[in-house]
């Protein structure tokens, strides 16, 4: 049901930027882009949303592409506190709240 | 309190016996929803309140499994009969209940059936 392709899995080393690429081809006008974290063993944390503009906040920066069917994610600065799982997610027309979390990206951040 | 709160956060529970998994979600926050998340997995999508509309029950797996929300605030998810495949976590989150914002979640539930 989610309709969000990411990476399995990246590497990234301390101090460098991450950037965590998201397809979502089929989004439609009126639907976000969101982006989670799960570090291991809690909640997701709500980290950045965009419609059409790129975003930053202080946590991170989104990117989403003209056409939108694309995003990215950048972490400017990664530390090993920023291992975790990334969910990019987008809002399900239709439905006014509620998400599907696809299967994410797990980021090694690594010294 | 600043954020949800779930209770408890661990339960072991006997194959067939009922459980009941609390969440008190942000004041104020007139949107909540309930996850589970398996082992390794993604998170699945359970059911969804908003304010006082019905809620949005298309995610529930089975008819063992039921949730409330009184007085537009505390919910409860009930799961009758408990299998061994019920185990996982059972993540409740909160929201405004406007588009532009995203999810507050809790800490979940570990729910193992033994």
């Known amino acids: 049901d989610a309709k969000t392709t990411q990476p399995p899995s990246m590497d990234c080393a301390e101090g460098r930027a991450a950037n965590l690429p998201c397809n979502h081809s089929t989004i439609s006008g009126n639907e976000y882009v969101y982006w989670y974290r799960q570090i291991h063993s809690q909640g997701p944390q709500y980290i950045i949303h965009g419609l059409k503009n790129n975003e930053t906040n202080e946590m991170a920066s989104l990117i989403i592409t003209e056409d939108r069917k694309s995003s990215t994610l950048i972490l400017p600065h990664a530390t090993l506190r920023d291992t975790a799982v990334y969910y990019c997610i987008v809002r399900v027309g239709g439905n006014f709240n509620k998400f599907y979390f696809g299967s994410g990206t797990k980021l090694n951040v690594k010294p | 309190g600043a954020g949800v709160s779930q209770s408890p956060s661990n339960k072991v529970t006997e194959k067939g016996k009922d459980v009941e998994l609390r969440c008190d979600p942000i004041?104020?926050?007139?949107?909540l929803y309930w996850y589970r998340q398996s082992l390794g997995q993604g998170l699945e999508f359970l059911i969804y309140?908003?304010?006082?509309?019905?809620?949005?029950k298309s995610g529930l797996p089975s008819d063992r499994f039921s949730a409330e929300r009184t007085g537009g605030s505390v919910s409860t998810l009930t799961i009758q009969r408990t299998q061994q495949e019920d185990s996982a976590v059972y993540l409740c989150?909160?929201?405004?209940?406007?588009?532009?914002?995203?999810?507050?979640f809790g800490s979940g539930t570990r729910l193992t059936v033994v």
């Open positions: 004041s104020g926050h007139t949107a």
């Open positions: 989150a909160s929201s405004p209940g406007q588009v532009a914002y995203g999810y507050t």
């Open positions: 309140f908003q304010g006082n509309s019905a809620p949005d």
